[in-house]
């Protein structure tokens, strides 16, 4: 059974150590997404492994019409919705054999700041979790790999304790509105 203090992995690791297109693959995954290591490149596919395992067992499940696949089936399909990795209207379990890791890594916190503009970069986006200046509905979140469910992506902030939550902090980012005095000037040609 193991200690409870100490937990199990929650990933595999290549089964192939040094093959030159998956290390380029992953480097490229890495900088993209500003992650630590390649470990949570592994993690993400680890959760995509294990939705699409459940998918070819139902696949196989729902050619025998057995009823409870369709219960299943329905279920994965609405975990995938509440995640924000496919839409619940239109999934099929093609779609759900069709995801890649990337998909995965979209649905993270630090990715999901950064597009939001909260951060200038994904490393910053990473910083600004881990120092608990973010915070999704007033609840301050430290985990920089923590899977944003779809109905939460609309509350990310700063946090309210944070001195990033005043407007006027050097390290926010500044969003330039066009005021109509700009817009005017631009058109007449000053």
Do not use: C
Request: aromatic letters at 8%; hydrophobic letters at 30%; proline letters at 5%.
């Amino acid at each position: 059974m193991g200690d409870p203090r100490k937990n199990r992995k929650t990933y595999e690791t290549p089964k192939h150590p040094w093959e030159s297109e998956r290390i380029k693959e992953e480097w490229e995954l890495k900088k993209r997404y500003g992650l630590k290591n390649k470990k949570e490149i592994w993690k993400a596919k680890s959760i995509l492994r294990n939705f699409r395992s459940q998918a070819r067992y139902l696949q196989a499940k729902l050619r025998y019409g057995d009823p409870q696949a369709e219960k299943q089936q329905k279920q994965l399909f609405g975990r995938l919705a509440r995640l924000g990795i496919l839409n619940e209207e239109n999934a099929t379990l093609d779609a759900v054999l069709s995801l890649s890791e990337e998909d995965i890594l979209k649905r993270r916190l630090q990715t999901i700041v950064y597009l939001k503009g909260l951060a200038r970069t994904p490393k910053q986006a990473r910083q600004f979790i881990v120092h608990g200046h973010i915070a999704i509905n007033g609840r301050k979140i430290t985990i920089p790999g923590y899977m944003v469910r779809k109905d939460e992506e609309q509350f990310i902030e700063y946090n309210e304790r944070s001195p990033l939550s005043d407007e006027m902090h050097p390290m926010r980012t500044q969003v330039i509105e066009a005021s109509p005095v700009n817009e005017e000037k631009e058109e007449s040609g000053e």
